[in-house]
């Protein structure tokens, strides 16, 4: 079984090789020196806003790193299976080098032939558009082309309720790539205040086989069942926020960023966050020191 070091250094080594050939950025402060409009790095790519703007940045144009981050817009989430607060981000950016559909292939292939993930297992959504941008086409294509190459005919979906509901596998499901809105398939690091960037997003999720919270409501991968477990996120940064609406910018930015710990659960085949061994030391030394059993009590959770 990989550990949460191995795979820390394989996304790196993946990145800062070729044809990619990253440069890797150091990790920044939690607290963001110089910038008032965030109390917190929430991001990994929260230094790399001058460049994404278009200057030019001193190591390249293709870049990647491991970064700390501490987020609290989903807090009330905190207390589930894998919702953190604080959190290491990998990441990997494009400030015009590269193409999305190159984003989402190697993504795919990240995935699934270093991390080791079953592809029959992957699911990803796209933009689905808007009245002022229209929906993703080239990152539908590029997830078809990234099954492919796995041998699965993946199919978008208008109808995001297509997915393998309860007791059925996503082995050979044929529906596998979905456009959601706003809430969920656009980016933006802060508020719609001039100078913002941010743009449409194309998420991948991992079918955790089994359903945590049953709303009764048939099951997509953007719900709260905790079915599918969402694992990256490439934000096609290409807008900028200027006189009250988003417009398009020359260059055409990748920022990715992926919750380290929610990749280590689904590599070492954790149901939840905890139970990787990113946390399961610290939990084995409480349960020694204070006599109780981890999860002698759902209810308390
Ligand atoms: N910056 C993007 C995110 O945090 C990748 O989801």
Same mark, same amino acid.
């Given at each position: 079984m990989k550990t949460s070091d191995e795979i820390r250094n !394989? +996304? /790196?080594?993946?990145?800062?090789?070729? *044809?990619r050939n990253a440069k890797i950025i150091p990790n920044v402060s939690l607290v963001p020196n110089n910038d008032p409009t965030l109390l917190f790095v929430n991001s990994g790519m +929260?230094?790399?806003? *001058?460049? /994404? @703007? %278009?200057?030019?940045? *001193?190591?390249g144009k293709r870049l990647c790193n491991v970064q700390r981050c501490l987020r609290t817009n989903d807090i009330e989430d905190v207390g589930d299976y894998n919702h953190l607060t604080f959190f290491e981000m #990998?990441? $990997?950016?494009?400030?015009?080098a590269f193409s999305k559909t190159e984003q #989402?292939?190697?993504?795919?292939?990240?995935?699934? !032939?270093?991390? %080791?993930l079953d592809p029959q297992r992957i699911f990803a959504s796209v933009w689905g558009g808007d009245d002022n941008i229209p929906r993703d086409d080239e990152a539908i294509d590029a997830w078809i082309k990234a099954f492919k190459k796995y041998g699965i005919e993946a199919k978008f979906s208008e109808d995001i309720t297509n997915v393998p509901q309860q007791g059925e596998s996503s082995q050979n499901w044929q529906f596998r790539i979905f456009p959601y809105g706003k809430k969920d398939n656009w980016w933006q690091? %802060?508020? !719609?205040? $001039?100078?913002?960037?941010?743009?449409?997003?194309?998420? #991948?999720?991992?079918?955790?086989?089994?359903?945590l919270n049953d709303t009764g409501e048939k099951l997509h991968i953007n719900d709260d069942s905790g079915r599918y477990l969402e694992i990256g996120n490439s934000v096609f940064m290409e807008y900028r926020f200027e006189d009250g609406k988003w417009k398009p910018m020359e260059q055409k930015n990748i920022d990715y960023g992926g919750g380290l710990d929610r990749i280590? @659960?689904?590599v070492q085949n954790k149901r939840s966050v905890y139970e990787t061994d990113l946390f399961i030391d610290y939990i084995n030394a409480i349960e020694n020191i204070s006599g109780h059993?981890?999860?002698? $009590?759902e209810e308390q959770k």
């Open positions: !394989e +996304f /790196l080594k993946f990145w800062t090789s070729s *044809p +929260f230094p790399l806003v *001058p460049y /994404l @703007a %278009g200057q030019p940045h *001193p190591l #990998i990441g $990997n950016w494009s400030l015009g #989402i292939l190697w993504k795919m292939e990240l995935y699934v !032939e270093k991390f %080791g690091r %802060g508020p !719609e205040v $001039n100078g913002e960037l941010g743009g449409p997003c194309s998420e #991948i999720f991992y079918d955790m086989q089994t359903v280590v @659960a689904t059993k981890y999860d002698h $009590n």
